[in-house]
Nanobody
Framework: QVQLVESGGGLVQAGGSLRLSCAASGLSFSRYTMGWFRQAPGKEREFVAHISWSGDNGDYADSVKGRFTVSRDNAKKTVYLQMNSLKPEDTAVYYC?????????????????WGQGAQVTVSS
């Protein structure tokens, strides 16, 4: 069955960096657009970034643009989210998601597969 497993979360001070990884299995990874979303306590899940199946293009939420970078390694079936200059408001559970041949979207309902989430906590 399809599995998306996030790793790399943790506690970091404001201004620090973390890199999340999402390892996929059970799907043809290179045919999926991959997205990252996050959900803070008491808030709705929100879009963070997505990257096309080829890795050639993607997009970011305005709140993370210039600080976060999404990338992928199709040979390793893994997508990454490099997070720099972290802020306390970045604290959330981060989820990766997969959208089969998707055009790249902010709409979480378009993603058919989801990971279990990784906690990122940024202290001030």
């Amino acid at each position: 069955q399809v599995q998306l497993v996030e790793s790399g979360g943790g506690l970091v001070q404001a201004g620090g960096s973390l890199r999340l990884s999402c390892a996929a299995s059970g799907l043809s990874f290179s045919r999926y657009t991959m997205g990252w979303f996050r959900q803070a306590p008491g808030k709705e899940r929100e879009f963070v970034a997505h990257i096309s199946w080829s890795g050639d293009n993607g997009d970011y939420a305005d709140s993370v643009k210039g600080r976060f970078t999404v990338s992928r390694d199709n040979a390793k079936k893994t997508v990454y989210l490099q997070m720099n200059s972290l802020k306390p408001e970045d604290t959330a559970v981060y989820y990766c998601a997969a959208d089969f041949l998707g055009p790249g979207t902010y709409d979480s309902s378009k993603y058919g597969y989801w990971g279990q989430g990784a906690q990122v906590t940024v202290s001030s």
